[in-house]
């Protein structure tokens, strides 16, 4: 089994930043992509930024030149910087990673979601 715990969450000012993290563990032989979606109260969860492997970047154009996403491969986690945030921002942030466990198997796995508020 794989699990992604993710931290980092809380209140922020509109213009303020928060790092979110997202740290995998258990039976992992491969982490392919790693990536960070959002779900705003009443919207559907949306794609905020992903990374492949080898550190290639895509992001929702919403956040670019905003938020940026790295990885550190070591340590099986990845980063959400964000910044100049702006309370549309505000939603449940959940981190997701496609695994080949170290039976074969190739699985998304989700974490359990952090809050960003942001908010005067």
């Known amino acids: 089994q794989v699990q992604l715990v993710e931290s980092g969450g809380g209140l922020v000012q509109p213009g303020g930043s928060l790092r979110l993290s997202c740290a995998a563990s258990g039976s992992i032989f491969s982490i392919y992509a790693m990536g960070w979606y959002r779900q705003a109260p009443g919207k559907q969860r949306e794609l905020v930024a992903a990374?492949?492997?080898?550190?290639?970047?895509n992001y929702a154009d919403s956040v670019k030149g905003r938020f940026t996403i790295s990885r550190d491969n070591a340590k099986n986690t990845v980063y959400l910087q964000m910044s100049s945030l702006k309370p549309e921002d505000t939603a449940v942030y959940y981190c997701n990673a496609d695994v080949r466990n170290n039976d074969g198997d190739f699985n998304s796995y989700w974490g359990q979601g952090t809050q960003v508020t942001v908010s005067s």
């Open positions: 990374i492949t492997s080898d550190g290639s970047t």
